[in-house]
Nanobody, 125 residues
Framework: QVQLVESGGGLVQAGGSLRLSCAASGRTFSSYGIGWFRQAPGKERDFVAA????????YYISSVKGRFTISRDNAKNTVYLHMNSLKPEDTAVYYCTAKNISGGSYYSRAMYGYWGQGTQVTVSS
């Protein structure tokens, strides 16, 4: 089992940057793929990005490719989401999650079993 805590959210102007962090507890952190999802008011919780347990492969939705970068430091039990060129449509609560289902798609919410409490990102126009 793993516990996840997000931080780094806040209010930023369009075009600005933020770095979200996801700190994990548990000795098996390095065995989990980690994803970031986001949920805007009145909308579904949607996939944003993910990284495999060894950091070799990453996945992004098309709308954030070239603007967001996911990375991890297994020595620090932390995953990061670097967000650049932020847009008002990026406004949402961002959740960090651990993939506890072997195989399957990193894009599918059903593959993830452990979730953080979320951090708010607000981008003003």
């Amino acid at each position: 089992q793993v516990q996840l805590v997000e931080s780094g959210g806040g209010l930023v102007q369009a075009g600005g940057s933020l770095r979200l962090s996801c700190a994990a507890s548990g000795r098996t952190f390095s065995s989990y793929g980690i994803g970031w999802f986001r949920q805007a008011p009145g909308k579904e919780r949607d996939f944003v990005a993910a990284i495999t347990c060894n950091g070799v492969s990453t996945y992004y939705i098309s709308s954030v490719k070239g603007r967001f970068t996911i990375s991890r430091d297994n020595a620090k039990n932390t995953v990061y989401l670097h967000m650049n060129s932020l847009k008002p449509e990026d406004t949402a609560v961002y959740y960090c999650t651990a993939k506890n289902i072997s195989g399957g798609s990193y894009y599918s919410r059903a593959m993830y079993g452990y979730w953080g409490q979320g951090t708010q990102v607000t981008v003003s126009s």
